[in-house]
């Protein structure tokens, strides 16, 4: 058996283990136990074989196909594993791991509750099943039932604690726009299947449709993927829905579910559609800055933690897809190297964000189970009572602060060296576009970096601004475990660059035909993306120099017995000891911001000066100017089709016979 | 050329720069106090404050985490290892392969990472503005800063330091708009990210006006020391980088003596002048309103663009 056939038995395995997970949650009615010790096991094996498929794809750099005698008579299921699919089922199985081994203790809280632990573990493995099922689908038929299956199970995992009405709302939000997109995924399948008459993607490949159809369905696709993946305007439900599931479920959604939308965005565009056109990849660019930008100004006003972490996603998708276009524009005015470049820089932002989301939703979950809190302004002083979660979530934000050396660095550096090849375009608009959109980049980065500082540091440093906070504990050590892997799988990322971008070099070669070999020809130590005099990166010596001259100063500097160090309470002018209170609180942190930005925002905040308290609601401009008017105009369309129902069986049967007429008439 | 010279070179250049750093800082007070009529301090004193703060002992906050005695060590470390990747005498810098002017600009954003969160910790008023200050002004310093890098790197094809610099040495004297603007943009980010007036006031302590200051009010003894000379050295690695990409001339191509004590000399003359010039501005200008950083910024952002811009219209050729 080759390695390629072994990798598509692998991630067949794990379809199976994580079916066998769904089934066996059914115990848990009876058995609350059952989940910890059976479900989440299976889900963590369906992780491995996913990450082991994966790492095999990759580095086999084979396509293996396979037909299941599964799926409707005159059209089988058609399964394939290739470099594309591979990239993807490693990001899952690496987050899946460590989710499995977080769920026991996480969960453990539900048993005595009201919520269905059944429902949690059924729809948990449905969901995984789903996931897997995209990935490795080969024709629509199969991707569409997969698709729905995992939008699905996803819905009622939003819902699982549905005695809360926000929950409830958020997750009809979801479902309602979760249909949208597969309808419009629907027909983007539709109009390239017109084409060589067949759903199966083999036949679409070889038969792409011409340019204008072409066009249509990469509309349908960004608008079916896109809204998936949280893109604006179509992102109003992922700070809604992300939030409302228990976190290690949020971590899935966040770090997991929106890369399949990257997938099945990547799988459609740039392989089913024929030869891309620049003009894609304008509009992608466009889209992807507007939306890393617009997430992060959010994400830097929230005060619910996993809001926050929500609209991150947004933004970070922002960034996938912004990536994305450039790697579109290479490819349609002929750069296919560079075109390689860019969306190796994709995947590895994808790789990032799954892994730093998945940590600080874990992190996020921690924080709920130990100090039963998630509002930033009554958190506070968490790192001396929760140390460990604390280190962890740190290292997470300041990897989403994409700072050197950790891992969010690499990919947006591999993005800036994407960009700034820019001047080897033909086209004037294109070289200054280009730029500009790595300006907005640079934008969001820095702005990144402020809403990380702001969510580590209202949360974990400071005192304690509610009592139930101060009697916050540490969580168990399988939660602590599952992090302590992300962790590692972020370390992994962020110091062997030149691996990660030579397994997934062989994806960029499947897509565009070039791969990006020269990025390890200086050795595995260094990043050379394009050339080694051209721009060179080294985490490792840099982490090295780091720690080596933090440890010589601390050893040089070390206490002595005439300046030892004193404990004094924080300097207070003179005046009454400070108090909790009169920390900076995180709306007041983000308030400078808020200010320059108030454009972004529909802010809505009122001071009473009698009580001494502040109000402050902020909201998405959009759900004005967009969701509102869409909503009362469906209601008109509505009120309108409601004069039909009359309740007299006369008018009915006379609506029957028109329709019976109207059929024959367009039959003859 | 032999390992161990480049070693020497990857090592004793920041090293350089980390002791002439309190110069620059003297040196800068000295021209502001004649200009103000004053006498001012001796070229040596602070390096006397140092050695000062390094023997006294170190007051911590009760409230404060392991982190906020971990951040000064980070601080200086990440703010030494980014000078580490700029030439400064010789272009033959192996460090200059370990981080590119993009890497530079990231390990500084870690060095600011630490220093907001260091004052987020003790949980007092002060330190929370001191931070949330900073984080306005580095929202739009650092991305101006990365256009300012984009722009140089479109001429030079490259964002190795050492290949920018050589770039430009290559070219000899020709006047590119884009690298006027460019260098304009620079030159207040760099006062932005530096703390000078109009943006901070480093010689301040009214709560009302103080951004850095007010992060490392609660520091003492040598983690004040480590953080004050970090600050230094930031001032240092600036001047120096606009020295770097606008002006390299003199610096030496290998490890000579003679051109290496040439670069020296010609080194220090430059950050004689731009220290002068510094003081000159700080002088001359009163401290903004908070509020009207985010313009001052926002037109260093606008001039970047501006030089890319007039890059790829007017320059694409080359």
Not at chain 1, 65 to 87: E, M, N
Not at chain 2, 121 to 147: C, H, I, N
Not at chain 2, 265 to 278: C, D, I, R, S
Request: glycine letters at 8%; aromatic letters at 8%; one cysteine or more.
């Amino acid at each position: 058996m080759n390695t390629g056939a072994l990798a598509l038995s692998l991630a067949g395995a794990a379809v199976v283990a994580a079916l066998a997970s769904a089934a066996s949650g059914l115990l848990a009615t009876r058995w609350p136990r059952t989940l910890s010790w059976l479900a989440f096991p299976l889900l963590a094996l369906c992780g491995a074989a996913a990450l082991a498929a994966g790492i095999m794809a990759l580095a086999s750099d084979s396509t293996t196909t396979a037909i299941l005698p599964l799926g409707l008579p005159w059209l089988p299921w058609h399964v394939r594993l290739d470099p594309l699919s591979g990239v993807f089922l490693l990001i899952l199985g690496a987050v899946l791991v460590p989710v499995a081994i977080y769920g026991p203790g996480y969960t453990r809280v539900f048993r005595n509750g009201r919520d269905s632990l059944a429902a949690l573990g059924v729809f948990t493995g449905l969901f995984v099943t789903g996931m897997l099922g995209v990935l490795l689908a080969d024709d629509a038929f199969l991707f569409m039932v997969a698709w729905e299956l995992m939008s699905l199970a996803s819905y009622f995992l939003v819902t699982f604690q549905h005695e809360v009405a926000e929950h409830r709302r958020a997750a009809f939000l979801y479902l309602l726009m979760a249909h949208i997109a597969g309808l419009a995924i629907l027909l983007a399948f539709g109009v390239l299947a017109a084409s060589g008459g067949s759903f199966a993607f083999a036949v679409m490949r070889s038969h792409p449709p011409d340019a204008l159809w072409a066009s249509v369905a990469f509309a349908l696709a960004l608008l079916g993927f896109g809204t998936k993946a949280g893109l604006l305007p179509l992102h109003l439900w992922l700070p809604e829905a992300h939030p409302a599931a228990p976190s290690h479920i949020s971590a899935l959604m966040s770090a997991v579910m929106l890369k399949v939308a990257v997938y099945g965005f990547i799988r459609v565009v740039f392989e089913l559609l024929g030869p891309p056109q620049w003009g894609w990849g304008v509009t992608l660019v466009l889209v992807g800055a507007t939306t890393a930008v617009v997430g992060v100004l959010f994400a830097l006003q929230q005060t619910d933690l996993k809001r926050l972490l929500a609209y991150s996603s947004v933004e970070n998708l922002g960034i996938v897809f912004l990536a994305l276009g450039l790697a579109l524009i290479f490819l349609g005015s002929g750069h296919p190297a560079l075109a390689a470049l860019a969306l190796v820089a994709a995947l590895y932002q994808a790789l990032n964000h799954a892994l730093l989301k998945g940590l600080l939703f874990l992190g996020a979950g921690a924080v709920l189970h130990g100090a039963h809190e998630r509002n930033l302004e009554r958190l506070g002083g968490l790192q001396r009572r929760m140390p460990r979660t604390g280190l962890f979530f740190l290292i997470g934000c300041m990897g989403m602060a994409a700072l050197p050396p950790l891992n969010g660095f690499v990919s947006e550096w591999l993005t800036f060296q994407a960009a700034l090849q820019a001047w080897q375009l033909g086209s004037g608009l294109l070289r200054i576009l280009v730029p500009v959109a790595a300006a907005a980049l640079a934008l969001t980065a820095a702005l990144g970096a402020a809403a990380f500082v702001r969510a580590y540091g209202s949360a974990f440093l400071g005192r304690a601004r509610s009592r139930h906070v101060r009697r916050a504990h540490e969580v168990g050590r399988g939660m602590l475990v599952a992090q302590a892997l992300l962790v590692a799988a972020c370390a992994a990322a962020a110091l062997l660059p030149t691996t990660v971008v030579g397994l997934f070099s062989s994806a960029a070669r499947q897509l565009t035909g070039a791969g990006l070999e020269q990025a390890g020809s200086r050795g595995w130590l260094w990043l050379t993306p394009i050339a080694p005099n051209v721009a060179s990166y080294a985490p490792i010596p840099i982490l090295l120099v780091l720690a080596l001259l933090g440890g010589l100063l601390v050893w040089a500097l070390r206490p002595s017995r005439q300046a030892p160090v004193r404990r004094a309470d924080p300097w207070d002018c003179g005046y009454a000891p400070p108090t909790p209170r009169m920390q900076y609180s995180a709306a007041g942190f983000a308030q400078p911001i808020r200010r320059v930005f108030a454009m972004v925002y529909a802010l809505d905040e009122d001071t009473d000066a009698a009580t001494a308290t502040h109000r402050l609601l902020v909201r998405d401009r959009l759900w004005g100017w967009l969701y509102a008017p869409l909503g009362a105009g469906l209601d008109r369309v509505a009120d309108f089709a409601r004069r039909a129902q009359t309740g007299h069986v006369r008018r009915y049967l006379s609506w029957s016979l028109i329709t019976l007429l109207v059929l024959l008439w367009i039959i003859s | 050329m032999n390992p161990l010279a480049h070693a020497l070179s990857a090592l004793l250049q920041p090293l350089l720069l980390l002791a002439a750093a309190p110069l620059l800082v003297a040196w800068i007070r000295r021209v502001k106090a004649r200009l103000q009529n004053r006498r001012g301090a001796p070229l040596l004193q602070p390096y006397r404050d140092l050695r000062k703060l390094f023997a006294k002992e170190a007051v911590v906050a009760r409230t404060a985490s392991p982190l906020f005695r971990a951040a000064p060590y980070l601080v200086f470390a990440a703010t030494l290892v980014a000078a580490g990747a700029l030439p400064l005498l010789s272009l033959r810098l192996p460090s200059a392969a370990v981080a590119d002017a993009i890497a530079v600009i990231g390990l500084l954003g870690l060095a600011r990472f630490l220093l907001v969160l260091a004052g987020l910790d003790a949980g007092t008023s002060f330190g929370g503005m001191g931070s949330s200050r900073e984080m306005l002004v580095s929202t739009f310093a650092e991305p101006a800063l990365l256009l300012v890098v984009f722009t140089l790197a479109m001429t030079a094809h490259s964002t190795n330091l050492a290949s920018m610099v050589q770039t430009t040495l290559n070219a000899g004297l020709v006047l590119r708009p884009s690298y006027l603007f460019a260098l304009a943009a620079l030159l207040l980010v760099a006062i932005a990210e530096c703390g000078r007036i109009p943006v901070d006031n480093p010689a301040t302590h009214l709560e009302l006006t103080m951004i850095h200051e007010g992060m490392l009010l609660e520091y003492s003894g040598r983690h004040l020391a480590l953080m004050e000379w970090a600050a230094q050295l930031k001032l240092a690695l600036f001047a120096a980088l606009i020295v770097d990409l606008f002006l390299p001339w003199g610096i030496a191509a290998g490890f000579a003596p003679g051109a290496l004590a040439w670069a020296a000399l010609a080194l220090a003359l430059k950050l004689g002048v731009l220290g002068a010039l510094l003081a000159v501005a700080e002088t001359a200008l009163a401290k903004m309103r908070l509020f009207r950083v985010p313009g001052f910024l926002n037109l260093a952002f606008m001039l970047a663009l501006l030089g890319l811009l007039s890059h790829v219209i007017l320059e694409a050729a080359t």
